[in-house]
């Protein structure tokens, strides 16, 4: 009997086409954390990106340097170059691979927050900019625009013309008419979210104000399911938001990774969400700060590091969910 099965599972597999064999989904758990930086351990604010050449995700983020924090101010926030990680296996697993290469000209700059996308075979990051390093938040931060061939280095092409000089957290869509449109963080007006349009990612126009009902930050838009949704860091989890238009917003009830999880370094609310829709599925991808429990542990260090974690969304009587605690298959197919 086994001898039988066994031969018709070989007769099966060899009757189908190569390119289905070759070509079936291989999902993997991820692993929680998802990622953690090695070098500053303070990797925050992920998006993600297919590297045509490589064909490999990169993730870039914000890389804190939690090792230096001192509970006296926060300097250790800046003078920070983005990191970068890459996944050979579609999403899973995560190594190192180093810092952009950025140079916009200032000594102890600080970078913020990458927006990362791919267009026409040039890539493009809307960076925040910091022109220093400092023990508070209040000095001036732009939105730059840096284009690359290889994802690795970067030029500098612009600093965007938005509506204050306290700007930060760019997010940017192509809309159906093929121009583009920036979400991004004004916090002179209360931290609400505002927006610019552009007719080729080089020219940009301000528009004001696209949601202020609540303070927020690092906004994400994405369409699925019919809809164009907006993932919002409130601080209490992410407010999510949905449109028809990407001009009229309503806000659902319930927030995302609010409570928390019971996973490695997600036992905490999540913030600042990039999100990948990768055929019929959609990944959550957000940063936590572990420590920041009660009974956790306070040094400034264990306060300040961060790591990366995912988590698969569900589309559910109309509005967005998620489950921290099951596992989460992904396989991110290449773009």
Known sequence: MKAFRFLFLVIFFAGLPFGCRSQQPSF???????????????????????????????????????????????????????GIAESADNGATWTYRGISQIDLGEPNQTHWAPEVIEHDGTYHMFLTFVPGIFNDWRHPRDIVHLTSKDLLKWDYQSTLKLTSDRVIDACVLQLPDGTWRLWYNNEVDGKSIYYADSPDLYKWTDKGKALGERPGEGPKVFKWHGKYWMVVDVWSGLGVYYSDDLLNWRRQEKNLVEQPGTG??????????????????????????????EGGPRSPYEQARSSIQVVELKYQDGELVCDRNEPTMINLLPK
């Open 264 to 293: 490695l370094d997600d036992q905490v609310k999540g913030g600042h969400p990039d999100v990948v829709v990768s055929g019929d599925k959609a990944y959550l991808f957000y940063f936590t700060h572990p420590s920041r429990h």
């Open 28 to 82: 993997k758990i991820a692993p929680k954390p998802l990622f953690r930086d090695p070098v500053q351990d303070g990797a925050a604010d992920p998006v993600l990106c297919w590297n045509r050449a490589e064909k490999k995700w990169f993730m870039f983020y914000t890389n804190r340097r939690a090792k230096l924090a001192s509970g006296r101010g926060v300097a250790w926030v800046h003078g920070t170059h983005i």
